[in-house]
């Protein structure tokens, strides 16, 4: 009754505040009977009934609730560990920045001493004689060529050599057969950057307990294996480092890269090492140096079709052989111990034998599957190991073939590395594990000693080296880590003199 006193005293919509009338006004009629309840509600069970379904939608509203809340919770804490990661990746670059830009400021007040101590007209900056920049009517740099005196000496050399293998016996030192079957990792070792991992190259000081690798990161790692300490970080090539080398004579090292450069370094007397030369002879990536047995003379082997024979003291590059042209290249090289023969490895499976006063190829041997990856000469000098996609091969060098083969692994495994140790008494074979095997005859059984695993978890060793006497061996493989393997005493005696220090 309110709605018509209302407009009986004020002749206005309590709410639009407009003029009306009670005859404006529509009666509205409604049901009075009450709905009735529903049957479940008639009865006790029937209410306990429509509890438990509230009850029940209640609780499953609540779980998916939940799930919810979980689901924010990990969708949070990923996005705290990527704005971590994040975080590390920034300050590690800003820290690269930093380094990158002290090494160019310390390169840029190296310059004017370098350009003012160079020599007037034998030496250029890289290390090559000027004679080196003239070109003949065929369109090809002139090299001095290897002089008579030089093959003197290489002659001389060989002659010294051949002589003393034939009177030296086997080291008492060497680590015997039932050692290295206990062989096991005693250490490991991040060398190289987390970014780029992957150790492509490896070689061991003769004299001195040090290590050296070279890595997909641009940079060679001088480790001491003593001390478990890095000496120093060699930077300066742009692409990844594929072979390296110590050059004890004068205290050098010798790195060979992808990116088509072959660099000499000296030692300081801190320990340092300085690039003194940078050879840009080749056109194609450096896949392998070797050193000669007079410590004077080096090769590189690329894979522009040529090897290049260079005087180690000056950097030049005496001889290059072969056109740097064809699909044909060199993937590995060595020298045979006594340094008149050269051996390289091909890209289409071929062992080519060389004689090195003449630079004439001598000998090629056939029968491998995929690039030669890696070989080496056996101190014996009688022994040339292989290694390619198809497993190793031995080659007998006074007959010129192949009395041996070894294939351990499956079709889809190539086999990355292999390397005599010095006293010629063990091989070791690298690819999905390490393989080690007593050194026979021609005709002998060669025993395998032991496989070790590859510990990396990428199933792709590609160097393997032996330490003095054999009394461990250092592997590299495509992460960042050298490991060292030997037995369980001696990581413990390592540990004890490192303690001691």
């Given at each position: 009754m309110?709605m ?20 404006d006004?529509?009666?509205?009629k ?8 529903p ?10 009934g ?13 779980f ?8 924010a ?13 994040a ?19 310390q390169?840029e ?5 370098s350009v ?6 034998a030496?250029v900056?890289?290390?090559k004689?000027?004679?080196?920049d ?7 740099k ?6 008579p ?13 051949s002589?003393?293998r ?5 080291p008492?030192?060497?680590a ?21 991992p ?29 001390s ?15 072979t390296l ?67 180690m ?7 290059q ?7 044909e ?9 006594d ?19 003449t ?39 006074r007959k ?14 190539p ?15 690298g690819g ?9 005859n021609?005709k002998s ?5 032991k ?11 590609t160097s393997v ?12 493989s495509?992460d ?14 390592e ?7």
């Amino acid at each position: 009754m309110a709605m018509p006193t209302t407009l009986q005293d004020h002749g206005k919509c309590p709410v639009t505040k407009e003029d009306l009338t009670m005859d404006d006004i529509v009666p509205v009629k409604t049901n009075k009977v009450v709905k009735p309840r529903p049957l479940q509600a008639a009865s006790i069970p029937g209410l306990l009934g429509i509890f438990q379904n509230e009850w029940d939608a209640l609780m499953l509203s609540n779980f998916a609730l939940e799930q919810q809340l979980h689901t924010a919770r990990q969708e949070l804490s990923h996005a705290l560990y990527q704005h971590d990661a994040a975080c590390r990746v920034i300050a590690r670059l800003k820290k690269e920045r930093d380094e990158a830009r002290a090494l160019l400021a310390q390169a840029e007040r190296q310059i004017p001493a370098s350009v003012a101590g160079a020599a007037p007209a034998a030496v250029v900056s890289n290390g090559k004689s000027a004679m080196e920049d003239e070109i003949d009517p065929d369109g090809k740099k002139i090299r001095p060529g290897i002089n008579p005196v030089m093959i003197d000496e290489l002659t001389e050399c060989n002659t010294i050599l051949s002589a003393q293998r034939k009177k030296r016996q086997v080291p008492p030192t060497l680590a015997p057969i039932d050692a290295l079957k206990g062989y096991t990792q005693i250490s490991s070792h991040p060398l190289h950057k987390t970014n780029k991992p992957g150790i492509l190259s490896m070689d061991v000081h003769p004299s001195k307990d040090i290590v050296a690798t070279g890595g997909i990161d641009t940079n060679a790692v001088l480790f001491d294996r003593a001390s478990g300490q890095i000496l120093c970080t060699l930077t300066g090539h742009s692409k990844k480092i594929t072979t390296l080398k110590f050059v004890p004579r004068d205290q050098l090292f010798v790195t060979g890269s992808a990116d088509k450069t072959v660099r000499i370094w000296q030692e300081n007397e801190n320990g340092s090492y300085n690039c003194v030369h940078t050879l840009k002879d080749h056109t194609a990536e450096v896949e392998a140096v070797t050193v000669h047995a007079t410590q004077k003379y080096f090769v590189s082997a690329s894979k522009d079709n040529s090897w290049c024979f260079y005087d180690m003291s000056t950097g030049s590059c005496l001889t290059q052989v072969g056109e740097a042209s064809g699909q044909e290249g060199y993937t590995s090289a060595a020298f045979h111990p006594d340094g008149l023969i050269l051996g390289t490895g091909t890209t289409d499976a071929i062992v080519k034998i060389w004689d090195v006063k003449t630079q004439s190829n001598v000998a090629k041997f056939e029968g491998h599957v995929g690039p030669v990856t890696a070989m080496s000469f056996s101190e014996n000098g009688y022994f040339l190991a292989t290694a390619a996609h198809d497993g190793v091969k031995l080659w007998d060098l006074r007959k010129l073939r192949n009395f041996r083969t070894f294939s351990p692994y499956d079709s889809d495994t190539p086999t990355n590395t292999v390397e005599f140790d010095f006293s010629g008494n063990y091989l070791a074979i690298g690819g999905s594990d390490i393989r080690v095997y007593q050194v026979a005859n021609v005709k002998s059984e060669w025993n395998l000693i032991k496989t070790l695993p590859d510990l990396s978890g990428t199933g792709k060793v590609t160097s393997v080296e032996f330490g003095a006497d054999a009394k461990y061996i250092a592997v590299g493989s495509m992460d960042r880590n050298l490991r060292i393997f030997g037995l369980p005493g001696d990581a413990q005696m390592e540990e004890s003199n490192t303690a001691a220090e």
